[in-house]
Nanobody, 121 residues
Framework: QVQLVESGGGLVQPGGSLTLSCAVS????????MGWYRQAPGIQRELVAD???????NYDDSVKGRFTISRDNAKNTIFLQMTNLRPDDTAVYFC???????????????WGQGTQVTVSS
């Protein structure tokens, strides 16, 4: 089975910084696009940022200039460096991976369990 495990969430003050990590484990051939999503109570889950295997990143307008997504392909891990955090960044952050399971091109999306980020004084 393929599993995604997020880490690095917690409580931070406004203007502070936090880095999230997501490690993928299990049986698979390769990882394609990976990304971070977030969801607050009563709000639809939204894309924060994603990144291709080659390192091309895409960001939601609300985090451009503040967040940086990166990946370490050798370790099957992605990161989200968050700076200048705002209270409205508070949410559960979920890791997502488009996983190639076999050499014949079977691809499926997998999700992590989520990690809580709370920005508050």
């Amino acid at each position: 089975q393929v599993q995604l495990v997020e880490s690095g969430g917690g409580l931070v003050q406004p203007g502070g910084s936090l880095t999230l990590s997501c490690a993928v484990s299990g049986s698979f051939f390769s990882l394609r696009v990976m990304g971070w999503y977030r969801q607050a109570p009563g709000i639809q889950r939204e894309l924060v940022a994603d990144i291709t295997r080659g390192g091309t990143a895409n960001y939601d307008d609300s985090v451009k200039g503040r967040f940086t997504i990166s990946r370490d392909n050798a370790k099957n891990t992605i990161f989200l460096q968050m700076t200048n955090l705002r209270p409205d960044d508070t949410a559960v952050y979920f890791c997502n991976a488009d996983v190639t399971l076999t050499l014949i091109g079977t691809n499926r999306d997998y999700w992590g369990q989520g990690t809580q980020v709370t920005v508050s004084s």
